[in-house]
């Protein structure tokens, strides 16, 4: 039998051929696992691997259901972060914002129990069970600027970068406290993070300019 090449889109947006010659689902399933950090159940069908596949190496301990509809190798290496790839996986458009961005980038104290995600306000909210979410809408600058890309366990995440954490901090410190504000702005600059004139181009653009400067100033 002739070998049949499979082509599978990722979580980074490229693309594996899986040869299915002999085709051993569970061993697609874990190869999958293996190379993404996580495997998905609607990866998995998309190669003709049925859900039950993925319910019998869970029942044999080699893979752990760490969210509705994903799983990850028992023996993978998850990070303290991997609510956010879980998050990332499942809304791709969103960016993670706010206190996670604070947590991720180790700026203050804050150690969200959801996690926060900023979308485009035109879209629909999506129902996410797992992990814990809070969506935040926006538009025009607020959600384009600052865009960075990392990985964490083997997933693209979108994440807003220092500077512009601390303007959304601001621009929406009537949902985490002008307190949460305050020390994330402290603490970026104490450590370098991020440049006062970074900070004060974003909340220009952003239109805060004038709410943060006098703490920009003071601490600058």
Not at 34 to 41: A, D, E, K, T
Not at 53 to 59: K, Y
Request: some cysteine.
């Amino acid at each position: 039998m002739a070998n049949m090449c499979k082509s599978v889109s990722l979580y980074k947006n490229e693309s594996i051929c899986l040869h299915m010659a002999s085709h051993d689902p569970a061993q697609t399933a874990l190869d999958m696992a293996h190379r993404q950090g996580m495997i998905r159940l609607r990866d998995a069908m998309e190669l003709g691997i049925h859900p039950e596949v993925l319910r019998r190496l869970t029942d044999q301990g080699k893979l752990i259901k760490i969210a509705r509809g994903t799983y990850a190798l028992v023996s993978a290496d998850i990070s303290t972060h991997h609510d956010l790839a879980i998050a990332s996986a499942r809304v791709p458009s969103g960016t993670v914002c706010l206190l996670s961005a604070l947590s991720y980038h180790e700026i203050g104290t804050q150690l969200p129990h959801e996690v926060w995600m900023m979308i485009d306000r035109r879209s629909h909210k999506p129902r996410i069970d797992q992990p814990a979410m809070h969506f935040v809408l926006a538009s025009g600058p607020a959600l384009t600027l600052g865009i960075e890309e990392v990985e964490v366990d083997g997933v693209e995440v979108r994440i807003f970068d220092p500077a512009k954490t601390v303007v959304d901090c601001f621009r929406y410190r009537r949902h985490i406290g002008l307190e949460v504000a305050i020390e994330a702005l402290r603490e970026t600059l104490k450590h370098r993070r991020a440049t006062p004139s970074q900070i004060d181009e974003y909340a220009r653009q952003c239109r805060v300019a004038s709410v943060i400067r006098p703490y920009l100033e003071a601490m600058a």
